[in-house]
């Protein structure tokens, strides 16, 4: 099983950048998706999550209004579309995903069953 980040870079403030996470060798569509973050000195926070079908999705209060999740059950992809970016949102970006139909808002390890190994994003003033 694999989960693959990619898409990070640096940007400058109020530009946009396009996460994505291509998972392998796992059912897909029988899992939640949520990406992380975690700053430099700062603990691991939840972004977002979507569930199974793509029908529902929650975001942390901080990114609500610029980032959008989404998924591509065909292609085994999750996505995050990131607008409006500020220099807070600096971090190391994680996809992760959960077996089940419920979105968790956890940043904790034991909630999910699979992590991406992170992508750098880096937004400058």
């Known amino acids: 099983v694999q989960l693959q980040a990619s898409g990070g870079g640096l940007v400058q403030a109020g530009g946009s950048l396009r996460l994505s996470c291509a998972a392998s060798?796992?059912?897909?569509?029988?899992?939640?998706m949520a990406w992380l973050r975690q700053a430099p000195g700062k603990e691991r926070e939840f972004v977002a999550g979507?569930?199974?079908?793509?029908?529902?999705?929650w975001y942390a209060d901080s990114v609500k209004g610029r980032f959008t999740i989404s998924r591509d059950n065909a292609k085994n992809a999750a996505y995050l579309q990131m607008d409006s970016l500020k220099p807070e949102d600096t971090a190391v970006y994680y996809c992760?995903?959960?077996?089940?139909?419920?979105?968790?808002?956890?940043?904790?390890?034991?909630?999910?069953?699979?992590w991406g190994q992170g992508t750098q994003v880096t937004v400058s003033s």
């Open positions: 992760a995903s959960r077996r089940g139909r419920l979105i968790v808002t956890s940043s904790r390890s034991n909630s999910y069953d699979y």
């Open positions: 060798g796992v059912t897909f569509s029988s899992y939640t």
């Open positions: 979507i569930t199974l079908n793509g029908n529902n999705t």
